[in-house]
């Protein structure tokens, strides 16, 4: 059985769009809270909280906004005894600090694959390849632009794929 999916939404987003749509509709078992209207330190707790609640370790996707909020949530539920199965970041905004008093590391505590595209507009993928030149994690560059329409869609469903099966 494969891990169960939970899906941190971007900024601009909401629960269930484009990304966390087409991940149900591959058969994938996901759980996206909605963190619209919340800042990153809120974002943090919902998504800490969610990880816990599962009963076997997910998967995490975060995209964006969502990618450095579900980074930091695994971190912490690490911390806390939890496990998660790996993560999958998708254009995240690493560029933004963590919330006062929760990490000072961003060392990813499971298995992680960063998804970018070359033509992100809103994020730049140096942020990426400086994240995992720094912790040997796996970057998947493609030919897309932030959102991940297109060959991006396809990377993170390869990217959900390579994690699920490295359990």
């Known amino acids: 059985m494969p891990s169960p999916l939970l899906f941190c939404h971007g900024l601009e987003s909401a629960p269930i769009g484009r990304k966390s749509q087409g991940l149900i509709d591959l058969g994938y078992d996901v759980t996206a809270p909605d963190c619209r209207g919340q800042g990153l330190a809120a974002r943090v707790d919902i998504l800490t909280d969610a990880i816990a609640a599962f009963e076997s370790a997910p998967l995490v996707v975060g995209s964006s906004f969502g990618g450095i909020a579900g980074l930091i949530a695994v971190i912490l539920a690490h911390r806390a005894g939890t496990s998660v199965a790996g993560l999958v970041l998708c254009a995240p905004a690493l560029q933004l600090p963590p919330p006062a008093d929760t990490v000072t590391d961003l060392a990813p505590p499971c298995p992680t694959i960063v998804v970018h595209g070359t033509g992100d507009d809103v994020i730049p993928i140096a942020h990426s390849r400086s994240f995992c030149d720094r912790y040997g994690c796996p970057l998947v560059e493609v030919d ?24």
């Open 144 to 167: 897309d632009t932030h959102g991940l329409p297109n060959a991006g869609f396809a990377a993170i469903v390869g990217a959900v794929k390579d994690l699920a099966g490295s359990r």
